[in-house]
């Protein structure tokens, strides 16, 4: 069987010259590429100033540079406060060591106070249609023993007040000052002061009770003492602080005591040191 020629290809037709030219303005136009952006004109660079340069090259960024500075000033305050704090309680502790060792070697005990009892030397009662009034002049005498061996005491100057005890309230007699004295180691002192009243109103029920106890010796007083005191041990002294006595209930002399003199039991008084009362410690 005889072989068979091969099929006869048909030949490309060519572009025409507008095919072509259009395929070649495509090309160029894809291969074209795109427009750069203008350049931006950047301002010259500028040196740092001549300080910011110093501070880089001395310690680093300026900021971190303060703050470290902060904290060293903040750690070196907190120091000193510490120190003085310790130094504060370091003192308060030697001065209370010193205090108990005082206190165990010298046994400091408050001294005693009585009231001896009270001399009218001038007493009368005005009787008026407008009211009755009271004529008064009393003398006080406040007796006090030290028990201490080694410890004496400083009294200043002061006032004392006297006040006639009734039911109704105590009806004030007047004041007088009370001149300071010292008090030496296991001795006895003695302080007294006159105090007056004249024209003080009362009420008629209270005028005729004074009137009726003033004739049978049964007057009571209320005698109270402002003044400052201050203590001595050897070397040790302390300042003066403000002290009080008061002493309620005081009995009225007899007739024909003499002015001063014990003729009658005598009233403990109380002792206020700062307004606080003053105990014992035995």
């Known amino acids: 069987m005889a072989d068979k020629p091969p099929p006869a290809t048909k030949p490309k037709p060519k572009p025409s010259a507008a095919t072509a030219d259009g395929q ?37 960024h300026p900021r971190k540079r303060r703050y470290r500075n902060h904290r060293g000033g903040g750690c070196s305050g907190r120091r000193v406060c510490c120190l003085a704090s310790g130094f504060v309680l370091l003192a308060l502790c030697l001065a209370l060591a010193a205090a108990c060792l005082a206190y165990l070697y010298y046994h400091p005990r408050p001294p005693s106070f009585h009231l001896q009892p009270v001399s009218a030397t001038r007493f009368r009662i005005g009787n008026s249609s407008a009211a009755s009034a009271l004529d008064v002049t009393v003398a006080v005498k406040v007796v006090s023993w030290n028990p201490n061996d080694k410890v004496s005491f400083e009294y200043g100057d002061g006032d004392g007040r006297v006040a006639l005890a009734d039911s109704d309230g105590d009806v004030a007699l007047g004041w007088a000052p009370v001149a300071g004295f010292h008090h030496g180691a296991r001795s006895v002192a003695a302080v007294g002061f006159d105090a007056a009243a004249k024209g003080v109103v009362v009420d008629d029920a209270v005028a005729a009770r004074v009137r009726d106890r003033y004739r049978r010796r049964q007057l009571a007083f209320n005698v109270a003492v402002d003044t400052h005191v201050g203590a001595r041990a050897g070397a040790l002294r302390t300042g003066m602080v403000p002290v009080r006595l008061l002493c309620d209930g005081g009995a009225m002399a007899p007739r024909g005591a003499a002015s001063g003199s014990v003729a009658g039991p005598m009233s403990k008084c109380q002792v206020y040191l700062f307004r606080v009362r003053w105990l014992s410690l035995n």
């Open 24 to 60: 070649a303005r495509t090309t160029t136009s894809l291969k074209k590429p795109p427009l750069a952006p203008p350049p931006q004109v950047r301002p010259p660079l500028k040196p740092p100033p001549a300080h910011q340069y110093r501070q880089q090259q001395q310690g680093g």
